[in-house]
């Protein structure tokens, strides 16, 4: 168990819809960090927060979004889904700012978009 | 460009064999280097991390090499077992204008037949 908690587990929903992955990172860590992991590929770096701001942005798409919270959780929302967004989500937490350190992953959100 | 090639991307070995997964990395200044294990749906677990000044680090059967003159890295597994079957995902922190990155590969996926 990593000690980062991700919901929900798993996700079916439409395309043209809207949905909101949660993350609540390990106790004590500050960054959060969202990835994308399409069938049988890479994992895509979405975006980071670190302390409730933005940390650093990897290939988000405009239609994504997240935002940190005070108390650290964080959410990932997705609108206008389309086929192509099926995919595993992960939420990774870690202590600092800086990306050197050991990233702790949850067990991922799996999106499906019919 | 900061880029981080895997090879073989997929590999099949039979129980009890030896395998040695490859790691190229082009990112620049380099900071560490990490291996992550991925159990098929399941988030990724760091295996070993490997900085500059370390040339081999072991973790029971898996043990990590890091060439930094050469820019690649090794993961060789030992006496494989049934469960070392997932993907093996290699991980290369880099300073950037903002602090550590992170730049990931594509993974070898590795599959142990009994």
């Known amino acids: 168990d990593s000690g980062v908690t991700q919901t929900p587990k798993h996700l079916i929903t439409a395309t043209g819809q809207r949905v909101t992955l949660r993350c609540s990172p390990r106790?004590?860590?500050?960054?959060v960090y969202w990835y994308q992991q399409s069938l049988d590929q890479g994992l895509q770096f979405l975006i980071q927060?670190?302390?409730?701001?933005?940390?650093a942005k990897g290939n988000i798409l405009e239609r994504f979004s997240a935002q940190q919270f005070p108390d650290l959780h964080s959410e990932l929302n997705l609108s206008s889904l389309e086929l192509g967004d099926s995919a595993l989500y992960f939420c990774?937490?870690?202590?600092?700012?800086?990306?050197?350190?050991?990233?702790?992953f949850g067990e991922g959100s799996r999106l499906t978009v019919l | 460009k900061n880029q981080v090639e895997q090879s073989p991307q997929s590999l099949i070995i039979l129980e009890g064999k030896n395998c040695t997964l490859q790691?190229?990395?082009?990112?620049?200044?380099?900071?560490?280097l990490r291996w992550y294990k991925q159990d098929t749906g399941r988030g990724p677990v760091s295996l070993t991390i490997?900085?500059?000044?370390?040339n081999t680090k072991s973790n029971g059967r898996y043990t990590a090499t890091l060439d930094a003159d050469t820019k690649q890295s090794s993961l060789h597994i030992t006496a494989s077992q049934l469960s070392d079957s997932a993907s093996y995902i290699c991980?290369?922190?880099?300073?950037?204008?903002?602090?550590?990155?992170?730049?990931f590969g594509g993974g070898t996926r590795l599959m142990v037949k009994p």
């Open positions: 990774a937490s870690s202590q600092g700012g800086g990306q050197g350190g050991e990233l702790f």
């Open positions: 106790s004590g860590d500050l960054s």
């Open positions: 927060y670190y302390n409730g701001e933005e940390r």
């Open positions: 790691c190229n990395y082009t990112v620049s200044p380099f900071s560490n």
């Open positions: 490997m900085t500059f000044s370390e």
């Open positions: 991980v290369v922190s880099w300073l950037g204008n903002a602090g550590n990155m992170l730049t």
